[in-house]
């Protein structure tokens, strides 16, 4: 606006009366009138086609914008549902074990029964990428494991170490989702 300023105050004085001339002598009007609505025209025309298709990708936007937020939504509400139709054989032994629990009497019998639905739950996580993660003995690491005591190293290779595991700690695909609780040898 300065510049402008500036520029309106260094206008030469004779090229006003020149603008006034020209503005009393007779023209064309209807000639340039003419092509002015037209081109006023054009543009309102290309204005418009402009803003139908801004309009029309706005939809188109928000419209994929919804359905993958819907799409997301059922994901999340469906996710389990491939683990726990897997996990309904497994529910399904221990039921069967529990109904004939009363009838059985030798107790090596019922251990096998159990260690057999042990391995069964066990094989369905890990083909699910459940994996489980082995901490006794290793060397105490944050990122891995919650430190619940620390107690005097048996010996002196074990500080440091973790001595004894409380909680299992897991991996899914090779992401932690529960931490070890762990005992430390000091």
């Not at 006034?20 to 002015?36: G, I, L, M, W």
Request: overall charge negative; proline content about 4%; hydrophobic content about 35%.
């Amino acid at each position: 606006m300065a510049k402008e300023k500036e520029q309106n105050e260094h206008i030469d004085p004779k090229s006003e009366p020149i603008e006034q001339e020209n503005a009393d002598q007779p023209t064309d009007t209807a000639a340039s009138d003419t092509d002015n609505s037209s081109e006023k025209t054009g543009e309102v025309d290309q204005l418009a086609v402009l803003n139908d298709k801004y309009l029309r990708l706005y939809s188109e936007f928000d419209n994929y914008r919804k359905r993958t937020n819907k799409e997301k939504i059922d994901l999340i509400a469906t996710a389990s549902a491939a683990v726990l139709k897997d996990l309904i054989g497994v529910l399904d032994d221990f039921d069967r074990a529990a109904a004939n629990n009363d009838q059985v009497t030798d107790p090596e019998v019922l251990k096998s029964g159990f260690n057999l639905i042990h391995t069964k739950l066990r094989s369905v996580l890990e083909g699910k990428g459940l994996k489980p993660m082995q901490s006794k003995g290793e060397v105490f690491d944050p990122e891995l494991h919650e430190a619940i005591a620390n107690i005097p190293a048996p010996s002196d290779d074990l500080k440091g170490k973790v001595i004894d595991d409380v909680e299992r700690g897991y991996y899914l695909n090779d992401k932690v989702i529960r931490y070890a609780k762990v005992v430390v040898g000091q």
